[in-house]
């Protein structure tokens, strides 16, 4: 098993930046690929990044560039640099194990204009 808790999330001005972090508890995570995802109320939960457990990453569109995923085997903790946020970014980000299938609480994170 593994259990995820993420931090980080906050308020932040259009253009600032937020670093959110997962900490995972098991055996499993430096095996294992880990994904962010993002919910905001009223829409679909939608995925932002992924890394693989040797570190490869890819991402959404709507966040390349500005986003990067990141990971430390060794603290069991994956990392999402958030930069240059906008409006469109506020949302519950949620860390994500898929194998085996494991979703931390989420952190808020709100971006005002």
């Known amino acids: 098993q593994v259990q995820l808790v993420e931090s980080g999330g906050g308020l932040v001005q259009a253009g600032g930046s937020l670093r959110l972090s997962c900490a995972a508890s098991?055996?499993?995570?430096?095996?294992?690929?880990m994904g962010w995802y993002r919910q905001a109320p009223g829409k679909q939960r939608e995925w932002v990044a992924v890394?693989?457990?040797?570190?490869?990453?890819n991402y959404a569109g709507s966040v390349k560039g500005r986003f990067a995923i990141s990971r430390d085997n060794a603290k069991n903790t994956v990392y999402l640099q958030m930069n240059s946020l906008k409006p469109e970014d506020t949302a519950v980000y949620y860390c994500?194990?898929?194998?085996?299938?494991?979703w931390g609480q989420g952190t808020q994170v709100t971006v005002s204009s």
């Open positions: 098991g055996s499993i995570f430096s095996l294992n690929s």
């Open positions: 890394i693989t457990r040797v570190g490869t990453t």
């Open positions: 994500h194990s898929y194998v085996p299938d494991s």
